[in-house]
């Protein structure tokens, strides 16, 4: 499959919050260097990339499961 936007889901906290945003630029930056646009709105080509714990991966799942094929 070939995707055309990538969809970042990313937890923000006073721990981890530099962590996070280093490992979401970097998504980022392959996502630039794929010609992958970054979206907040993720359609059935995205892929959605979840940063963080288990909440954040079972809120990805969540946003994937909204998406309409």
Same mark, same amino acid.
């Given at each position: 499959?070939? !995707? @055309? %936007?990538?969809?970042?889901? &990313?937890? *923000?906290?006073a721990? %981890?919050?530099? &962590? /996070? *945003?280093? +490992?979401? &630029?970097?998504? $980022?930056?392959?996502? !630039?260097?794929?010609a992958l $646009? /970054? %979206?907040?709105?993720?359609n059935?080509?995205? +892929?959605v990339v979840a +940063?963080?714990? @288990?909440? %954040?991966? *079972?809120e990805?799942?969540? /946003?994937?499961? &909204? /998406?309409?094929?």
């Amino acid at each position: 499959m070939n !995707y @055309d %936007t990538i969809h970042i889901i &990313r937890k *923000l906290d006073a721990a %981890t919050s530099a &962590r /996070v *945003l280093d +490992v979401v &630029r970097m998504v $980022e930056n392959v996502a !630039y260097d794929a010609a992958l $646009e /970054v %979206t907040a709105s993720p359609n059935a080509n995205s +892929v959605v990339v979840a +940063v963080g714990g @288990d909440g %954040t991966m *079972l809120e990805a799942m969540r /946003v994937a499961q &909204r /998406v309409k094929a």
